[in-house]
């Protein structure tokens, strides 16, 4: 289990597409990843990523394009043989074995020495916190415990590439939590190459390298998580990240948009003409009494306080513009005084990098 | 379904009358065979209900004679080769037929199904001129084989049964973990689906131990099996000889079929009763 030599092998799948009848579940998927990177696959439900992950680990075959693992094209070899562990999404556990002759199976099937076996199944056991469930089967364990004996058993036999669809999706926060740094130190020790199915936005930003949205069986975007949530690729993908307000701006000659009543320097090109529309974090918002002084560098409209909601480590405002726009602020506290009551007259700025413009939905 | 729902909406009185109607249902379905029972401890030569008295002479006597415990183990080695064939056959069809998906599968099953509906006249009449070129007739290996068509369509409804509720991914996820498509079978797929191969196998079993019409037109006066034995014991002397063979058949029966209910209770408490 410590043997460094034994590292993640590259994936690469080159304009793959299934199609199922006359609908194609996923279409021109194309992805590079390298060897001990973290991907995952982030996407509404029926996007394809679980068709993805069954291509990659043999189950499916791509009505078209190809799929290499460690440089070497694998079309046309069995699932047995590909050397790929995998989480399912509903966990598939032999329910006539117990915990352990789960985890074992893969050792088991490699013909690995008993004592070795032994030593191995204990100790991934004891890593996802069942040691001491060992001899019950699946169905005397609780879901997320199921969840635990899936992952043992996927990672025991340390296949190069690890594919896992959901596999936290039954746990509670704190389980999920554990099990998250978990997952993250297994792989960066083994140098595993994972791909990571999860509808969770914040798992796939804490936990990714490089993270894939889909939509539609088709790809969005393949970023790190930071490009990801600040320049999101389309709206689309700015509104799955985070919460995001969208403002609709007008182009008012070069470098500059109107935006209500007030001009705004704008970077990008901009369209020719017609509308853009402008996405600014909550959080990078910020509100003010209507007679504060405005930073350089930052754009400030009016705006009438209709709402505010205390969440704890900040305040949520929802204002509206005097266009009659809606737009929410995250303010975050710093102390709990002061605030303001709906129906003010407020001051609302930020910094002009903090815009994002889309044209028909694409980044500007 | 609706009778839980009668049993719960229901007086007592409607519930009084439902029990009685299930009993008398149930007794008009055991009767003939357990009216034979007392009829085998009579002590008198002749058959009469009730007996005018007791005895165990006519099992003393089937353990006696020859000509009976000739036939009846020649019927077990019968029914144990033909329950063999027949769950090998039956398991292997009723896993293509889940798994592959090809046009005319339903066909192929009725086809394979069709040993339960064609009369054993017929089968029997087509097996004696097959099997007369080949020598089979009279053989016991013969009868076995015969047998064994005619008992695999339980085989397969019992395993097909199974696989309905034999979740495909565990397969998927076996060869993912390295498993060969022999291993994924052997310790996976079949452990999962064993309780029903092994009703299938004990239906089997008993088809041929019973079975008769067939095995008499390809029988030979040194291979006659039991209840061939019994028919023609039943065509010379009326005894109560009969009745004590019966008896001992249904015991068989009886105790096989709990056998197989056996297997099947285990199987579902160690799945956790869930599937
Ligand atoms: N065997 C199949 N036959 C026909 N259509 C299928 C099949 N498997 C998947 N699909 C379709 O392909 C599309 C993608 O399915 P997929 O299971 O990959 O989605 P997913 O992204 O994993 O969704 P979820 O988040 O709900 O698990 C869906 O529209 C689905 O209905
Ligand atoms: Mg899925």
């Given at each position: 289990m410590t043997d460094p030599s034994r590292l993640g092998a590259p994936v690469r799948f080159e304009g793959v597409g299934k199609r199922y009848g006359r609908s194609w579940a996923v279409r021109g998927f194309d992805l590079e990843i390298a060897a001990g990177e973290f991907v995952s696959l982030l996407g509404a439900s029926g996007s394809g990523k679980t068709t993805s992950l069954m291509m990659l680990a043999g189950f499916e075959t791509p009505t078209e394009g190809r799929i290499a693992v460690g440089g070497r094209t694998v079309d046309a070899m069995p699932p047995a043989k590909r050397d790929i562990g995998m989480v399912f999404q509903s966990y598939a556990?032999?329910?006539?074995?117990?915990a352990a002759e789960n985890v074992d199976f893969p050792l088991r099937m490699r013909g690995r020495p008993k004592a070795e076996r032994e030593a191995a199944v204990a100790k991934m056991l004891d890593i996802v916190g069942l040691a001491h469930l060992a001899d019950r089967l699946p169905s005397q364990l609780s879901g997320g415990q199921q969840q635990r004996v899936a992952l043992a058993r996927a990672i025991v036999f340390e296949p190069p590439v690890l594919l896992m669809d959901e596999p936290l999706g039954a746990l509670d926060k704190h389980l999920r939590a554990t099990l998250q740094a978990e997952i993250k130190r297994i792989q960066a020790r083994l140098g595993l190459t994972v791909l990571f199915v999860t509808h969770d936005q914040e798992e796939a930003l804490t936990m990714s390298d490089r993270i894939c949205v889909m939509r539609d069986g088709a790809i969005l975007q393949v970023d790190a998580p930071e490009t990801i949530y600040?320049?999101?690729?389309?709206t689309y993908v700015a509104a799955f990240f985070g919460e995001s307000n969208a403002l609709t701006a007008v182009p008012e000659g070069p470098g500059a948009v109107r935006l209500g009543p007030v001009v705004a320097p704008w970077p990008g090109a901009g369209p020719a003409a017609g509308a853009l529309e402008i996405a600014i974090r909550p959080e990078r918002i910020a509100i003010a009494d209507e007679d504060a002084p405005v930073p350089p560098a930052h754009v400030a409209v009016f705006a009438t306080v209709r709402e505010t909601t205390f969440v704890g480590d900040r305040r949520v405002y929802l204002a509206a513009l005097d266009t009659g726009e809606a737009v929410q602020v995250n303010q975050p506290l710093a102390d709990l005084s002061g605030g303001h009551r709906p129906g003010e007259r407020v001051r609302l700025h930020w910094a002009t990098t903090a815009m994002r413009g889309f044209v028909d939905g694409r980044a500007a | 379904m609706s009778a839980r729902a009668l049993r719960l909406s229901a007086g007592l009185p409607a519930r009084v009358a439902l029990g009685a109607v299930a009993l008398l249902v149930a007794l008009f379905l055991v009767f003939p065979v357990v009216i034979v029972i007392p009829l085998s401890f009579s002590g008198s030569e002749f058959l009469s209900f009730p007996p005018e008295s007791w005895s165990l002479r006519w099992y003393a006597d089937f353990f006696t004679t020859a000509r009976w415990l000739e036939s009846a183990w020649l019927s077990i080695w019968i029914a144990v080769v033909a329950a063999i064939l027949a769950t090998v056959l039956g398991t292997a069809a009723a896993l293509g037929l889940a798994r592959a998906k090809f046009p005319g599968r339903a066909v192929v099953t009725a086809f394979l199904l069709s040993p339960l509906v064609v009369p054993a006249i017929i089968v029997s009449i087509g097996v004696y001129f097959f099997y007369a070129p080949l020598g089979l007739v009279g053989s016991p290996i013969g009868i076995a084989i015969a047998h064994a068509t005619l008992a695999s369509p339980f085989v397969l409804v019992n395993v097909t049964a199974a696989l309905a509720g034999f979740d495909p991914r565990l397969e998927q996820a076996a060869k993912n973990l390295g498993a060969s498509g022999w291993s994924t079978f052997r310790l996976v797929t079949f452990p999962i689906i064993k309780p029903g191969v092994m009703a299938g196998a004990v239906f089997a079993f008993i088809a041929s131990f019973d079975e008769m019409i067939v095995a008499l037109f390809i029988t030979s006066p040194g291979n006659v099996t039991l209840p061939i034995r019994m028919w023609e014991s039943m065509r010379n002397e009326i005894s109560p000889a009969i009745a004590a063979v019966s008896t001992l058949v249904i015991l068989l029966s009886v105790s096989l079929f709990f056998v197989a209910a056996r297997i099947q209770a285990r199987a579902v408490a160690r799945s956790g009763g869930d599937r």
């Open positions: 556990l032999f329910p006539h074995m117990t600040d320049r999101p690729a389309d | -």
